[in-house]
């Protein structure tokens, strides 16, 4: 059975009312949890892209990407769990794992199915809940991973009907 039904949180996926990339975020995370994320999408096999500014290089360990000096360009992991659905995990710091989706990927009952997925795998694997944000509304979670329900639920209500 599907987490969420399309119909009921389609909404919180028009780019024009929450933006094309909402931030989805683990708060309370540590570089053990980024590693977490890292082993688990080496496990899976999800085809990934790791990059420093102009540079391609292997995937690092969390730890070496954590600790790269302030004036350092910020890595970022291009994740796809499908063909056609992209994460963009940033490292902007090591205690809240960070990454953005396009909304506009993620249409219709069958994209949102590998989205919870993709959710539930990385909240399943750290023990802590995934959030999404609204582009630019950090703190006002609209849907998440809950750790006790063990499934993406909605965690706002939509503004429109």
Same mark, same amino acid.
């Given at each position: 059975m599907a987490d969420l039904l399309w119909d009921d949180v389609e909404f919180f996926f028009d780019p024009d009312l929450v933006g094309s990339l909402p931030d989805v975020r683990v708060p309370g995370a540590s570089v053990e949890d980024w590693q977490a994320v890292l082993d688990l999408v080496a496990e899976r096999g999800w085809q990934c892209e790791y990059s420093e500014g102009e540079? $391609?290089?292997?995937v690092p360990r969390a730890g070496v990407v954590l600790s790269r000096g302030a004036d350092a360009e910020c890595p970022n992991l291009r994740v796809w769990p499908t063909a056609d659905v992209l994460a963009t995990f940033r490292f902007y710091a090591d205690d809240e794992v960070?990454?953005? $989706?396009? $909304?506009?990927?993620?249409q219709g009952q069958e994209r949102l199915d590998v989205f919870c997925g993709f959710l539930r795998e990385i909240g399943r694997r750290l023990g802590k809940p995934v959030l999404m944000d609204p582009e630019g509304g950090y703190g006002h979670p609209m849907l998440g991973f809950d750790v006790e329900a063990d499934r993406v639920v909605l965690l706002a209500e939509p503004l429109v009907s």
């Open positions: 540079m $391609v290089p292997s960070d990454f953005d $989706v396009d $909304v506009r990927e993620l």
